[in-house]
């Protein structure tokens, strides 16, 4: 008789804005389908914020990370080009794929997503949030979609099953701006500078987006140190 997989919680702290944070998601998915059988995860999307002064209006992304990262023209199409290519080992995709010439690449104030994918978790549970997180990403990469425009986000919310009024309403609550603010500051308190990071099981942090291979080993030395400990404790 096999043993029932372990299931160990995830809690991935990203920003729909970051590509990283979507070759990572990509990369955790391939870790997981080789564990098949032997661990499976709980995934929870928490937030981080890589632009929260951005303007509502946003900005020409290519302008954007030209300024903050003082890069030029020429490097930024290489690392386009290199990402691009690692997202398809990935098994996502960071291209345009609507119909026409693609709209300018964009960068947008993300704090209204976070919002919503908090709202997701607790509305409805965690595969809906990815749904959702999923969507977003899809929606600013693939579609290229404005993402500061609130009746977008809300089309998004209920194109996963989200009632759209309760999304609204989401988005209007301070308590859940609160509750943002205070888990974007847990970021910073496991030291967490840059996405995506990865915590499993609430302590152990897994740092970028890694090869498949990392992600399979990092899950089997956490699931045996919690196997390890719930044999300590039931001793």
């Known amino acids: 008789m096999s043993a029932t997989p372990r299931t160990l919680t995830i809690d991935i702290y990203s920003d729909v804005m970051c590509p990283w944070c979507l070759i990572g998601f990509g990369q955790?998915?391939?870790?997981?389908?080789?564990?098949?059988?032997?661990?499976?995860?709980?995934?929870?999307?928490?937030?981080f914020e890589l632009n929260p002064q951005m303007p509502p209006e946003g900005e020409e992304a290519e302008a954007h990370l030209a300024r903050k990262y003082g890069r030029s023209a020429e490097q930024g199409t290489s690392l386009r080009g290199q990402m691009k290519a690692i997202a398809e080992s990935a098994g996502v995709s960071l291209s345009y794929e609507g119909e026409g010439e693609a709209p300018l690449a964009m960068m947008w104030n993300t704090r209204a997503c976070h919002k919503l994918l908090t709202?997701?978790?607790?509305?409805?549970?965690?595969?809906?949030?990815?749904?959702?997180?999923?969507?977003?990403f899809r929606a600013h990469f693939n579609e290229r979609r404005p993402l500061g425009d609130r009746a977008v986000l809300l089309d998004i919310a209920a194109s996963v099953g989200l009632h759209r009024e309760a999304a609204k309403a989401a988005l209007d609550d301070p308590a859940l701006e609160a509750r943002v603010i205070a888990e974007e500051q847990q970021a910073w308190d496991f030291n967490i500078s840059g996405v995506p990071a990865m915590i499993v099981e609430g302590k152990f942090l897994i740092p970028g987006a890694q090869a498949p291979e990392v992600y399979v080993n990092a899950l089997r030395r956490v699931a045996e140190k919690v196997g390890s400990t719930a044999s300590h404790t039931n001793a």
Do not use: D, Y
């Open 28 to 47: 955790l998915t391939k870790a997981l389908g080789e564990l098949e059988g032997e661990i499976t995860a709980t995934i929870r999307w928490r937030p």
């Open 119 to 136: 709202f997701a978790l607790e509305e409805a549970g965690p595969q809906v949030q990815t749904a959702l997180k999923l969507a977003l």
